[in-house]
């Protein structure tokens, strides 16, 4: 079928797919960039009004490379794999030096920017410039591994190459643009993960996954690994006027960038850490223990409130500031903290 999938696929869309998202009006190369930095580890529903945000506060590449990087992330909180909102500030930067503050439009040098991988890259050019660009994202892949019974998970490295090769099969030399938003719209609308609606389908006569009762078999899941388990324990030490202790982590790393509690097993020790005499402690309390899960593990994590009766006048050579939940400062937090500040 694939003479007629981008035909079928165009005259779906036209009817049916969406026009009117955020980043589809006013169509820029940054807004593009950013909406699909975003869209590649969070849905559209819960992106759109980030997006919102996020172009109001950094309206443009040169806005976006000028601010701090604690303004940026504090903007993204929330969203979660904050990996890309430093790739995204980051890569801004490397536009106003290498590229005069304007996005380069080609595959090649879309995907040597920090955070573009071949996909988004796609996207980008195809949406902006209505070049022919393939694209192969988590609802592409979902489609074209129903359509064509492609065997094996997305992620190994022959499923993957297969799916490519089929998405550049596919991709028509008209109207790519559309094309490019219609394959990711059915795939957010109608094939969904786990309910797809094969009725209203435009492929529905063909794709092998719907005629032989195998759509839940297609693609196939992530071989279970079993992921370790890892503990911590945080102290929110708070001082008399109700602010608590946050401490900057090093840009490399888990939550690089963002602000934390301070972790440590013995709670006297980190006390030290920061110069805080424990005969400053009024109270201790540990607080019910808690799950943050990452892609390759699960951090258990133990919180203890420890409150101060008084704010030490200095406080080490760590970057700390006293967090005020009533006035927050513009810095990027932790999911751990964004859950445990709303607990209190
Ligand atoms: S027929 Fe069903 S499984 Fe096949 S592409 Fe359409 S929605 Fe997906």
Redesign the pocket.
Known sequence: MSNSFSTRLLLWFDQHGRHDLPWQLNITPYRVWVSEVMLQQTQTATAAPYFATFIDVFPSIDRLASASIDVVLHTWTGLGYYARARNLHKAANLLMSKYNGELPMSVSELEALPGIGPSTAGAIVAICTNRRATILDGNVK??LA??FAIKGWPGSKTTAKALWRKAEQLTPDARVRDYTQAIMD?GAT??TRSS???AN????AE?I??RTSR?DQ?PARKPKQVKPVRTTTMLMIENPQGELLLQQRLSTGLWGGLWSFPEGDAVDDTLLQFDIDSTCVESQARRDKFRHSFTHFHLEITPIHVKLTETPATIGEKPIVWYSPSEPAEIGLTGPVTRLLKEL
């Open positions: 979902r489609v129903r359509c059915l109608l094939c797809p609606d094969c389908c435009p492929f529905r794709c996954a719907y759509c297609f």
